[in-house]
């Protein structure tokens, strides 16, 4: 399965839409672009490997793998970037403004549900980010 992540960059956050082979999904915010500086910036454009992983606290999550000078980057629920994510990509149903969305959790729920089948049926899944 290949995700495809467009971006548009703004000082006070990230905001994105997200599509599955073409296909719109949902929106996305980020973090502003601070040169990939850890905890306060999005992650560079690219293609990374989406993996299914079990926390000890947080239970199931989506994690991006492989992305340069960072770890622990995940996709999950959030409505304010600059409050609650730490260089996640979280997805929404709608922006509102530049990194503020509104019921993510339900945006979320779409996204793990594709995943979910995608890994299922032992298909890997890919996010390209780009701009």
């Given at each position: 399965m290949e995700l495809q992540l467009y971006r548009q960059y703004f000082p006070n956050g990230t905001n994105g839409k997200l599509f599955n082979n073409n296909t719109f999904m949902c929106e996305t915010i980020e973090l502003p672009w601070r040169n990939n500086k850890r905890s306060i910036s999005c992650i560079p454009e690219g293609r990374y490997r989406i993996r299914p992983r079990e926390h000890p606290k947080h239970g199931h999550q989506l994690e991006i793998v492989n992305v340069p000078l960072r770890e622990a980057i995940l996709i999950h629920p959030a409505n304010f970037a600059l409050?609650?994510?730490?260089?996640?990509?979280?997805?929404?149903?709608?922006?509102?403004?530049?990194g503020i969305g509104n019921y993510s959790k339900l945006a979320m729920k779409r996204v793990e549900l594709l995943v979910k089948e995608a890994v299922a049926a032992d298909e890997p899944v890919f996010i390209t980010i780009r701009s």
């Amino acid at each position: 399965m290949e995700l495809q992540l467009y971006r548009q960059y703004f000082p006070n956050g990230t905001n994105g839409k997200l599509f599955n082979n073409n296909t719109f999904m949902c929106e996305t915010i980020e973090l502003p672009w601070r040169n990939n500086k850890r905890s306060i910036s999005c992650i560079p454009e690219g293609r990374y490997r989406i993996r299914p992983r079990e926390h000890p606290k947080h239970g199931h999550q989506l994690e991006i793998v492989n992305v340069p000078l960072r770890e622990a980057i995940l996709i999950h629920p959030a409505n304010f970037a600059l409050r609650e994510l730490q260089g996640c990509i979280a997805p929404v149903t709608k922006c509102t403004a530049p990194g503020i969305g509104n019921y993510s959790k339900l945006a979320m729920k779409r996204v793990e549900l594709l995943v979910k089948e995608a890994v299922a049926a032992d298909e890997p899944v890919f996010i390209t980010i780009r701009s």
